[in-house]
């Protein structure tokens, strides 16, 4: 999937074009998004390759990555 495609890609992409947070915030929150998609392709590759145990570490990267992610949205200063 691409990242521009999804619920949080269309969000941020708007957000962004009607100004509503801050450039530096939107950019964290795109890099971090980007890394999630990218760790969510490697886990499905991996699994349709029958490498468990590969997928099982990505799918731990994943879920970390998804916590940033969470953290990025609560907690960061993101005023215009």
Known sequence: MRTSK???GT???KSRQEGLFSAQYLDKLEQSHQTMH????????KHLSD???SANTEQ???RTQF???KNIVSHEQHEC
């Open 11 to 13: 969000w941020i992409k």
């Open 60 to 62: 731990h990267k994943l």
């Open 51 to 53: 490498k468990t145990n």
């Open 38 to 45: 990218l760790l969510a392709n490697k886990v499905r590759k």
């Open 67 to 69: 916590a940033e992610l």
């Open 6 to 8: 999804c619920h949080c």
